[in-house]
């Protein structure tokens, strides 16, 4: 038994270890000049928690972007600053940046880096240079026959569910009328069209209409996992305990005692076995001999058809991160879209009026090649993905030991920087009206000019390597169903849930779906 003594000071212990100590590390300011930054609350200068507590709201961006509207720098942590100016963005994330990934993505890596969390430069430098071939533009216009057949399978779904057009003076369908999950299929769409143009995997969501699929354990038993609650609420956990780096990996474990956690920590073993699975199986028809072209084939041998030889590890990790953010990402934007044009009807209307300038009349899947470069379809996809950037958390770097200059203020070596895309897009000496949906501040010079400060990809070296393909996607689908169909929300006023974990996971969409067609012969 502890006797009182010992308790006593155990209490004491952990008095002067969480609160004495970094209150006086705090006033210190072991770090100069970091106590000059405003705290994004009272206690954040000596601890993570208070962003801890501000993660589980479910929302930190949108926070952050009020508290920005005062304050162009707070300091969210002891050691951690966020920026609310997007001139930030070229010191932070730029080309010509000293900056590199902090420790966020190391203490949460696997056994092997991937591209999105390695942190030293050669190596992401030498990973780029094995994956920029599988990324290049040609090889995904190559691709786009991936791509139509998953549209194609969609609108097959759509037209299933069509019902009689809406009336012109009707504002609110019938409750019945709404069945379909835009957000579900859309998303369906995504993980298809990526297991396919990754693995030359027929994943098969859109032929059953959900997401069980099969997992592979460590042992090699197999079992069946629904996809996007492995996924999401695996990356839901590390945005709710991540931001002390150093006691992370604690945190991490000995969360698993409240129920909360240790479904999380479940659904993250589910989607490690999800994609060891994948690429277990695509390893097997690489060993038989099959030439697929894919992102797989480029893992493993370059253009020339030699050998890269990565380790397994390394394989296996790629491919995860090609699935998740592959698929994420994507049908976050293509849902974000569709909502937006939809409570802002004369947007919809001209982007319809150009689509329906370069598509036949019965042209069922929008060709790549004729939709592409429509100004008015890119602008509604980036003021889409402005307002609402699917991965909208600020992206941690860390400065340099020997310090930098942000925004034309010294930075401490060593402290975690980032500004988040959804408080950079906010800013409204750079995006007028930041709250409206205006694509047409997309359009011209005025558009261009507005590139440095866009940050939905991130930007610099370490920008994203997906959105051509990102692109593709979205460009093909969107144009397809808006030249095909007309769609409502249960109420001009409706809003999708949102939940922001690692990414702005939605809640479901659900719409009434028509054809344009049927509406224009008085169905």
């Not at 993570?48 to 501000?54: D, H, N, S, T, Y």
């Not at 994943?203 to 996007?228: M, P, Q, V, W």
């Not at 390893?283 to 992102?295: A, I, P, S, T, V």
């Not at 950079?424 to 995006?431: C, G, K, L, P």
Request: glycine fraction near 6%; aromatic fraction near 10%; hydrophobic fraction near 40%.
């Amino acid at each position: 038994m502890i006797t009182l003594p010992y308790v006593h000071l155990l209490i004491l212990s952990l008095v002067i270890f969480f609160v004495l100590h970094p209150t006086f590390q705090y006033f210190k300011d072991p770090k100069p000049g970091l106590r000059r930054f405003p705290n994004m609350s009272l206690f954040s200068g000596i601890s993570a928690l208070p962003f801890i507590v501000l993660a589980h709201g479910g929302f930190r961006s949108k926070h952050l972007a009020k508290l920005h509207k005062k304050h162009p720098v707070i300091r969210t942590g002891p050691n951690s600053l966020s920026y609310g100016d997007p001139r930030a963005i070229k010191d932070i994330y730029g080309h010509n940046t000293k900056c590199t990934k902090d420790s966020a993505y190391t203490v949460t890596m696997g056994s092997h880096f991937h591209l999105a969390d390695v942190v030293d430069n050669k190596e992401h430098s030498r990973k780029r240079k094995v994956l920029s071939s599988a990324y290049a533009l040609k090889n995904l216009e190559s691709w786009e026959h991936k791509v139509a057949d998953k549209t194609e399978k969609l609108i097959a779904h759509f037209d299933r569910m069509c019902t009689a057009p809406l009336p012109d003076c009707q504002k609110i369908p019938n409750p019945r009328d709404l069945n379909v999950d835009y957000r579900a299929w859309t998303n369906f769409f995504s993980i298809d069209a990526i297991a396919d143009i990754g693995l030359s995997e027929k994943i098969g969501f859109l032929d059953t209409g959900n997401d069980l699929c099969s997992a592979e354990k460590l042992d090699g038993s197999l079992y069946e996992i629904g996809f996007r609650d492995a996924l999401y609420q695996n990356a839901r956990k590390q945005s709710l305990l991540l931001w002390n780096y150093d006691w992370y990996p604690f945190l991490n474990k000995v969360a698993d005692i409240l129920p909360f956690y240790r479904r999380m920590s479940k659904h993250a073993r589910d989607w490690d076995a999800i994609y060891l699975s994948r690429s277990s199986k695509r390893l097997k028809r690489y060993q038989e001999g099959e030439k697929l072209d894919d992102f797989f084939q480029a893992l493993m041998e370059d253009k020339n058809g030699s050998p890269n030889n990565l380790e397994w590890g390394e394989i296996v990790a790629e491919v995860g991160i090609m699935m998740n953010a592959g698929s994420v990402t994507t049908a976050i934007a293509m849902a974000n879209v569709m909502l937006q044009l939809l409570k802002n009807p004369a947007a919809m209307k001209k982007l319809t009026s150009e689509i329906d300038s370069v598509l036949e009349d019965d042209e069922v899947v929008a060709s790549h090649d004729k939709v592409k470069h429509l100004p008015y379809l890119k602008a509604c996809l980036d003021e889409s993905l402005r307002l609402f950037p699917p991965t909208s958390h600020g992206l941690t770097r860390a400065v340099p030991q020997d310090g930098m200059s942000i925004l034309g203020e010294y930075i401490q070596g060593g402290t975690s920087v980032s500004i988040s895309a959804y408080v950079a897009h906010r800013d409204e000496n750079i995006f007028p009206m930041a709250d409206k949906f205006i694509p047409e501040r997309w359009l011209g010079e005025e558009g261009k000019a507005l590139q440095p400060y866009f940050l939905a990809f991130s930007a610099g070296a370490r920008g994203c390597i997906g959105r051509n393909i990102s692109y593709l996607e979205q460009t093909v689908l969107l144009a397809s169903v808006l030249h095909r169909y007309k769609f409502a929300l249960a109420s001009p006023e409706w809003e999708i849930e949102r939940l922001e974990t690692m990414n702005m996971i939605l809640g479901e969409m659900p719409v009434k779906v028509w054809k344009r067609r049927e509406e224009a012969i008085g169905m």
